[in-house]
DNA sequence: AGCACGCCGACT
DNA sequence: GTCGGCGTGCTC
């Protein structure tokens, strides 16, 4: 048995350490210990492997132990990275518990955590060995042509090699040349992580002085006026912040790099190169203050109350309700006491003004982290978080796997977001879920806090399982919206309606602009039309990957698929049966928008969806037109109803809420209510009530009505009788198997056949394969079963362990054919 | 995840 | 005959 231990060892004994490996294995691998290393061999540090033939990884000592192993010769270390360890003995339990949980490999889960820059690059080289004789002309064409190169060139790869051979395969000849003791195969692994440097820029104080200071201008004017234009900017800037970067400085004076630079050599600048947090320029620490109102007084004092004997609370506080101040009183009171705090925001609220706002409260103490930080900089909050140099932690999912040492308090905004679950590559976990777990490994709280609480938490609530404390109240007395729901078929009938714009909204909106208020209008569906069909033969073009009906895009003038991004031409003439008549139905984004410049041709109309925000900047561009109120009406998908706190909108216009009333899935009535309610929730601020416009064919419809009366309680209890009868969340708890193979037929067999076999242990638990169409996603074919526990019934541990061993076994039948089978539990 | 080995079909 | 395709199994 291998023991944790951390205390230095001394040089006689030998040690073996086994080791986490960043790939999806299912076991650790045990390395030798070199004498030398033995002193900083530490549980948590970094050490070179190599792993295989050739390959050099970067694992993490999960134990050290003075048993050789029995059955096989143990490889060394090469290497011992760190002078203390990168990662926390928790951090490692929080790994396994992952990796148990969602039923992958503690590599992928390590693979996850760490920012890349963490894990090394490989590059193997090859030296020809110096020193050595011998006989050239016995070797192949090969060797002969490697060692001419390596006489010419002393230092290859093996991909160069690879290149020069111009085959694949070369360590069998690199292995021939290497056992002749020709060669000498050097294995270096290099740090990605350099810190960022900057150019900063300060006046010669010499010419701190006003007299001084005129006679270089006056020299400069005529000579060289750039060079007095960046004297001037350089002014300028100074009386504003403390230190100038060179970049700002060129920005601001519109003179070049080479004016600069000319200053720099005749010593009226002094250039100097810092090294730069990668993250803010800490400068200003401003401080602002707030009153609580009574209500956000008693939530706070609830809260708190519940913490006395619950771990995690549920914070269900409608829209713009105050909820944040409540989280920033909380996070004040539990950094004095010197413990840290993690802020867990979907990555897309993670916007500017989000950052900037807590930013002022906090200061220097806040770290961010989140998908679009680069590697480098995710470094940096890694390293900062270790040294507990931040007490508060703003991110994203992944920030769950920073290095906390004392975490005293989670928060987790928008508890019900989708977003927190990751699905792509696994660990295929949940930052809500994975949180909680966390928090109680460093016995801290939980806060889950949102206007739209997911089942699983509302449910956990009433069962007395997590506290709970409400706002029902907006902050600052700002009433709720007014909703009024139009239906679109009278309308029809009365003929009141112009294209999809009732004549309510269109007053609506009306109003709104005289007033020079903000209107959006939400069409769940993106681009022209979704449909296109002929309409003599009823052909309709559909994706040749996934075998759905592309939607036409105006902007394009192609047809795409949202569900591959396939993309092709619009048909003039119907491939079917050669007709003219083809024809768009249904209706997007793009269409909405188009016919409202129509019907309000001086509105200043703008759209938001997957397409208008695809690149890096668009989105903020949108949000800061909106705010600049350049923008009238915002047309926009799902995206609309997230992060625009500041917007100035009074009106709301839901185009069609039907598409929001039946979603396919089990969640329906709680996704409907949500997004109703989040949109609605947007209209309405800086003291004016707002209004929102619901158009459907289904006025009576009793999501609609609940949305309406903000009776969650009702919702509750209508979902959870569905639930139960339906088998799902929170009273069963899911495991989802997805077989993925390239072949339709492999998948296809692959899943009947396991399907066969779990039924074996677990009977009808079992549902599926399902949907019994295959679906296609990009280049695999997919299938998924379904298991359903009921959540008392039997140990879900027990059960995964028994599935596990089902893969396993099934993996190593001949049967399997290379598909892979990925679980996914709890999917949400 | 790589990477080698082994088995097949298709080429100089 | 060998090159390269993919399927399979192993890596401390």
Same mark, same amino acid.
């Given at each position: 048995?291998?023991? +944790?231990?951390? %205390?230095?060892?001394? &040089?006689? #004994?030998? /040690?073996? =350490? @086994?080791?986490?490996?960043?790939?999806?294995?299912?076991?650790?691998?045990?390395?030798?210990?070199?004498?030398?290393?033995?002193?900083?061999?530490?549980?948590?540090?970094?050490?070179?492997?190599?792993?295989?033939?050739?390959?050099?990884?970067?694992?993490?000592?999960?134990?050290?132990?003075?048993?050789?192993?029995?059955?096989?010769?143990?490889?060394?270390?090469?290497?011992?990275?760190?002078?203390?360890?990168?990662?926390?003995?928790?951090?490692?339990?929080?790994?396994?518990?992952?990796?148990?949980?969602?039923?992958?490999?503690?590599?992928?889960?390590?693979?996850?955590?760490?920012?890349?820059?963490?894990?090394?690059?490989?590059?193997?080289?090859?030296?020809?060995?110096?020193?050595?004789? +011998?006989?050239? %002309?016995?070797?192949? &064409?090969? #060797?002969? /042509?490697? =060692? @001419?190169?390596?006489?010419?060139?002393?230092?290859?790869?093996?991909?160069?090699?690879?290149?020069?051979?111009?085959?694949?395969?070369?360590?069998?000849?690199?292995?021939?040349?290497?056992?002749?003791?020709?060669?000498?195969?050097?294995?270096?692994?290099?740090?990605?992580?350099?810190?960022?440097?900057?150019?900063?820029?300060?006046?010669?104080?010499?010419?701190?002085?006003?007299?001084?200071?005129?006679?270089?201008?006056?020299?400069?004017?005529?000579?060289?006026?750039?060079?007095?234009?960046?004297?001037?900017?350089?002014?300028?800037?100074?009386?504003?912040?403390?230190?100038?970067?060179?970049?700002?400085?060129?920005?601001?004076?519109?003179?070049?790099?080479?004016?600069?630079?000319?200053?720099?050599?005749?010593?009226?600048?002094?250039?100097? #190169?810092?090294?730069?947090?990668?993250?803010?320029?800490?400068?200003?620490?401003?401080?602002?203050?707030?009153?609580?109102?009574?209500?956000?007084?008693?939530?706070?004092?609830?809260?708190?109350?519940?913490?006395?004997?619950?771990?995690?609370?549920?914070?269900?506080?409608?829209?713009?309700?105050?909820?944040?101040?409540?989280?920033?009183?909380?996070?004040?009171?539990?950094?004095?006491?010197?413990?840290?705090?993690?802020?867990?925001?979907?990555?897309?609220?993670?916007?500017?003004?989000?950052?900037?706002?807590?930013?002022?409260?906090?200061?220097?103490?806040?770290?961010?982290?989140?998908?679009?930080?680069?590697?480098?900089?995710?470094?940096?909050?890694?390293?900062?978080?270790?040294?507990?140099?931040?007490?508060?932690?703003?991110?994203?999912?992944?920030?769950?796997?920073?290095?906390?040492?004392?975490?005293?308090?989670?928060?987790?905004?928008?508890?019900?977001?989708?977003?927190?679950?990751?699905?792509?590559?696994?660990?295929?976990?949940?930052?809500?879920?994975?949180?909680?777990?966390?928090?109680?490994?460093?016995?801290?709280?939980?806060?889950?806090?949102?206007?739209?609480?997911?089942?699983?938490?509302?449910?956990?609530?009433?069962?007395?399982?997590?506290?709970?404390?409400?706002?029902?109240?907006?902050?600052?007395?700002?009433?709720?919206?007014?909703?009024?729901?139009?239906?679109?078929?009278?309308?029809?009938?009365?003929?009141?309606?112009?294209?999809?714009?009732?004549?309510?909204?269109?007053?609506?909106?009306?109003?709104?602009?005289?007033?020079?208020?903000?209107?959006?209008?939400?069409?769940?569906?993106?681009?022209?039309?979704?449909?296109?069909?002929?309409?003599?033969?009823?052909?309709?073009?559909?994706?040749?990957?996934?075998?759905?009906?592309?939607?036409?895009?105006?902007?394009?003038?192609?047809?795409?698929?949202?569900?591959?991004?396939?993309?092709?031409?619009?048909?003039?003439?119907?491939?079917?049966?050669?007709?003219?008549?083809?024809?768009?139905?249904?209706?997007?984004?793009?269409?909405?928008?188009?016919?409202?410049?129509?019907?309000?041709?001086?509105?200043?109309?703008?759209?938001?969806?997957?397409?208008?925000?695809?690149?890096?900047?668009?989105?903020?561009?949108?949000?800061?037109?909106?705010?600049?109120?350049?923008?009238?009406?915002?047309?926009?998908?799902?995206?609309?109803?997230?992060?625009?706190?500041?917007?100035?909108?009074?009106?709301?216009?839901?185009?069609?809420?039907?598409?929001?009333?039946?979603?396919?899935?089990?969640?329906?009535?709680?996704?409907?209510?949500?997004?109703?309610?989040?949109?609605?929730?947007?209209?309405?601020?800086?003291?004016?009530?707002?209004?929102?416009?619901?158009?459907?064919?289904?006025?009576?419809?009793?999501?609609?009505?609940?949305?309406?009366?903000?009776?969650?309680?009702?919702?509750?209890?209508?979902?959870?009788?569905?639930?139960?009868?339906?088998?799902?969340?929170?009273?069963?708890?899911?495991?989802?198997?997805?077989?993925?193979?390239?072949?339709?037929?492999?998948?296809?067999?692959?899943?009947?056949?396991?399907?066969?076999?779990?039924?074996?242990?677990?009977?009808?638990?079992?549902?599926?394969?399902?949907?019994?169409?295959?679906?296609?996603?990009?280049?695999?074919?997919?299938?998924?079963?379904?298991?359903?526990?009921?959540?008392?019934?039997?140990?879900?541990?027990?059960?995964?362990?028994?599935?596990?061993?089902?893969?396993?076994?099934?993996?190593?039948?001949?049967?399997?054919?290379?598909?892979?089978?990925?679980?996914?539990?709890?999917?949400?």
């Amino acid at each position: 048995m291998l023991e +944790f231990t951390q %205390s230095p060892h001394n &040089d006689r #004994e030998t /040690l073996f =350490v @086994e080791v986490i490996l960043p790939l999806a294995i299912a076991k650790n691998y045990t390395y030798r210990v070199p004498y030398e290393m033995n002193a900083s061999v530490m549980v948590g540090k970094r050490v070179v492997v190599q792993f295989g033939k050739s390959k050099l990884y970067t694992a993490i000592v999960a134990s050290i132990g003075k048993l050789a192993p029995e059955k096989y010769e143990a490889k060394y270390i090469i290497e011992v990275l760190d002078d203390r360890p990168a990662v926390t003995h928790e951090q490692l339990h929080f790994w396994q518990w992952l990796a148990e949980y969602y039923m992958c490999n503690v590599g992928e889960v390590m693979n996850a955590a760490l920012p890349s820059a963490l894990k090394l690059a490989s590059e193997t080289k090859i030296e020809l060995n110096k020193g050595f004789d +011998f006989d050239k %002309s016995a070797l192949h &064409d090969k #060797e002969y /042509l490697i =060692v @001419e190169a390596l006489d010419i060139q002393p230092e290859l790869t093996v991909s160069d090699i690879t290149k020069l051979l111009g085959q694949k395969t070369v360590m069998p000849i690199l292995k021939g040349l290497f056992e002749k003791n020709i060669i000498h195969i050097s294995e270096e692994v290099s740090e990605r992580y350099k810190p960022r440097t900057r150019t900063f820029i300060t006046l010669n104080p010499v010419y701190n002085n006003q007299e001084s200071l005129r006679e270089l201008f006056t020299i400069l004017e005529k000579r060289a006026p750039k060079q007095a234009d960046a004297v001037l900017a350089y002014i300028k800037l100074s009386r504003h912040q403390k230190s100038i970067s060179k970049t700002e400085l060129i920005e601001e004076s519109g003179a070049g790099a080479a004016s600069i630079k000319s200053l720099e050599e005749k010593e009226i600048f002094i250039a100097e #190169e810092k090294n730069v947090s990668r993250l803010f320029y800490e400068d200003d620490e401003i401080y602002e203050s707030f009153e609580l109102s009574e209500h956000q007084q008693s939530a706070l004092f609830q809260v708190k109350k519940e913490f006395d004997d619950k771990d995690v609370a549920l914070l269900h506080g409608v829209t713009s309700s105050g909820k944040t101040q409540i989280y920033i009183r909380l996070i004040e009171e539990m950094i004095s006491t010197g413990r840290q705090v993690l802020y867990l925001l979907p990555e897309i609220a993670l916007t500017t003004h989000i950052i900037e706002r807590l930013r002022v409260y906090f200061g220097a103490n806040i770290g961010i982290y989140h998908s679009r930080f680069n590697d480098g900089e995710r470094v940096e909050v890694w390293q900062k978080v270790l040294n507990n140099e931040y007490k508060v932690i703003l991110g994203a999912r992944s920030s769950v796997f920073l290095p906390f040492n004392d975490l005293g308090l989670i928060i987790v905004d928008e508890e019900h977001e989708t977003s927190y679950k990751q699905y792509d590559p696994a660990p295929r976990y949940n930052a809500r879920d994975a949180a909680i777990f966390l928090a109680n490994m460093h016995q801290g709280k939980v806060l889950l806090g949102s206007a739209t609480p997911s089942f699983e938490s509302y449910y956990n609530a009433r069962i007395h399982k997590y506290g709970f404390a409400e706002l029902t109240e907006r902050y600052g007395g700002v009433k709720l919206p007014e909703i009024e729901v139009v239906s679109i078929s009278e309308e029809t009938k009365k003929k009141t309606i112009q294209s999809h714009f009732t004549s309510v909204l269109m007053g609506d909106i009306n109003q709104a602009i005289s007033n020079k208020e903000q209107v959006i209008l939400f069409q769940n569906r993106r681009g022209y039309a979704p449909i296109l069909m002929c309409k003599i033969c009823a052909y309709t073009p559909k994706c040749i990957n996934c075998d759905v009906s592309l939607t036409y895009h105006k902007s394009s003038g192609k047809l795409h698929c949202h569900y591959c991004g396939y993309k092709e031409d619009t048909p003039q003439i119907c491939p079917a049966c050669g007709s003219t008549h083809l024809e768009y139905k249904g209706f997007g984004t793009e269409k909405i928008e188009d016919e409202l410049s129509i019907l309000l041709p001086d509105a200043r109309i703008a759209r938001m969806d997957l397409d208008t925000t695809r690149s890096r900047n668009s989105l903020q561009a949108i949000l800061n037109d909106l705010e600049e109120k350049k923008i009238d009406i915002l047309v926009g998908t799902q995206m609309v109803a997230k992060g625009l706190d500041f917007a100035d909108v009074t009106v709301i216009g839901i185009i069609n809420a039907d598409s929001l009333l039946k979603f396919p899935d089990y969640r329906a009535n709680e996704r409907s209510y949500q997004m109703l309610s989040q949109v609605s929730g947007r209209a309405g601020r800086r003291g004016k009530q707002g209004k929102v416009v619901i158009q459907t064919y289904d006025p009576g419809h009793r999501v609609i009505k609940q949305v309406i009366e903000n009776d969650y309680v009702d919702l509750y209890l209508t979902e959870m009788e569905e639930r139960r009868s339906f088998r799902y969340p929170p009273f069963y708890r899911i495991i989802k198997l997805d077989i993925k193979h390239k072949d339709p037929e492999i998948v296809q067999h692959q899943s009947n056949y396991l399907a066969k076999e779990l039924q074996k242990q677990f009977g009808e638990r079992v549902i599926g394969p399902e949907p019994p169409l295959i679906n296609r996603i990009r280049n695999y074919y997919i299938q998924s079963i379904m298991l359903k526990f009921e959540k008392d019934s039997i140990s879900i541990s027990k059960a995964k362990a028994i599935i596990r061993d089902i893969i396993t076994q099934f993996q190593t039948t001949k049967l399997s054919k290379g598909s892979i089978i990925q679980p996914d539990v709890d999917p949400y």
